[in-house]
């Protein structure tokens, strides 16, 4: 792998704001961010014959025991292990099944890492079994790269989850599943009307089968955006901000400021936008391929921290933090999108998903995400803070004499 450019990508940071401003007027065809996101519940379904391919074990096929191990102290002769070959075909065939019905592998790698686990008695069941049933355990870091570790002063082995951090992982989990949960539910109610009507029909044509469409059509969005949310925002410790009270008086003393030092008069509507300098369908892809890293058991919730603690550092924290959040007016905030996405630089959340998925092992995860970080993210966040102001200019300029 090229640390220098891992994925070949070729981003066209950075922006130069004002050529962006020049051509605002193009199209865009949009894209479709990801499905299905959690399969909820199967890990505790597992069939009766998984039970019997358990019994079958021998001795010989129980690895030696592990630092996780002497952890909880219990040790493998009493209960084994579930990182076997046998659980890793089981998971394996999950996985491929899930290929085959065109469900992500951000949904059947957790699971078939959890059925895996239970067909395979041992450690290793509580760990991934819990990874993808809601509950987080505490590990250390596992991730090697001293170029990502050392400016935070960690190193591998290091524990950095503590209680406050483990508890809100948990709840973090179940918010996942939740929004996933309700994601799948409104495409499924989706396809029905579809498979029922044909189409969405105009208001005129048929306003109650067009109501029913578009309720189905708005929990599935606000579901997605929900399920990136949970996905992106992984600190304990920190206050959402994004859609908060204090973010609404904050837009609101900027509306009356706006209309004073503007002139904009009161029969003219402003709307602000709250902008994610780092896209939350983006940082929630990355770290969703952390986790299901720590629900196959090759990574822990501490790694997952260490990613976003890396990115924070770097001046790029993701979530709906405070520091993440810009104030845009709705127009040069659509046209911030449309210019990143014209211009190769705003993905989505499929597409990341897919790079994402190029990572085989946590730190293999980390080189990609700082690439992102300073290719991509970094200098689109700056574009996006200074955007406003140069917004601002070129109305002004064009309404001068």
């Known amino acids: 792998m090229d640390e220098n450019n891992p994925l070949g990508l070729d981003f066209t940071t950075p922006i130069n704001p004002l050529e962006a401003l020049s051509g605002l007027g193009q199209n865009l065809q949009r894209t479709v961010s990801s499905g299905l996101q959690f399969i909820n519940g199967a890990a505790r379904q597992v069939p009766t014959f998984l039970t019997e391919v358990r019994e079958s074990f021998t001795p010989e096929q129980q690895p030696e025991i592990t630092e996780l191990d002497r952890k909880i102290g219990i040790s493998p002769e009493n209960l084994g292990r579930a990182e076997n070959q046998a659980s890793n075909i089981i998971a394996s065939g999950v996985e491929s099944a899930g290929d085959l019905l065109g469900i992500p592998r951000s949904v059947s790698t957790p699971v078939a890492g959890a059925i895996g686990a239970i067909a395979t008695p ?54 996942i599943e939740q929004s996933a949960s309700k994601e799948l539910t409104a495409k499924e109610t989706i396809q029905n009307l579809k498979d029922t009507y044909g189409r969405k029909p105009s208001k005129a044509e048929n306003e109650l089968v067009y109501r029913m469409f578009s309720r189905a059509e708005g929990a599935f969005g606000r579901a997605k955006e929900d399920l990136s949310r949970a996905q992106s925002n992984v600190f304990a410790d920190k206050d959402v901000y994004f859609r908060s009270t204090p973010s609404k008086k904050a837009k609101a003393v900027e509306i009356i400021n706006r209309r004073t030092y503007r002139k904009i008069p009161n029969n003219v509507s402003i709307q602000i936008d709250e902008h994610h300098g780092f896209p939350k369908g983006m940082s929630a892809a990355l770290f969703d391929r952390m986790d299901q890293f720590i629900a196959k058991g090759i990574a822990d919730p501490d790694d997952l921290l260490v990613m976003a603690r890396h990115a924070e550092r770097k001046g790029a924290l993701a979530g709906d933090y405070k520091s993440n959040m810009i104030n845009l007016v709705k127009k040069p905030h659509d046209e911030l999108h449309n210019y990143l996405k014209n211009s190769g630089d705003e993905l989505s959340k499929k597409q990341w998903i897919d790079i994402a998925r ?44």
Request: charged residues 30%.
């Open 122 to 175: 041992g450690v290793g069941d509580i760990k991934l079994a819990f990874g993808a049933g809601g509950a987080a355990l505490t590990g250390a870091v596992t991730l090697k790269n001293p170029k990502i570790l050392k400016p935070l002063g960690l190193e591998t082995g290091d524990e950095i989850v503590d209680a406050a951090q483990a508890k809100f992982n948990t709840k973090r989990l179940q918010k």
């Open 358 to 401: 190029k990572a085989k092992t946590p730190d293999d995860l980390l080189i990609i995400f700082d690439d992102l970080l300073d290719r991509n993210v970094i200098p689109n966040l700056e574009t996006a803070k200074i955007w406003q102001p140069l917004s601002d200019l070129i109305e002004d300029i064009q309404k001068a004499p």
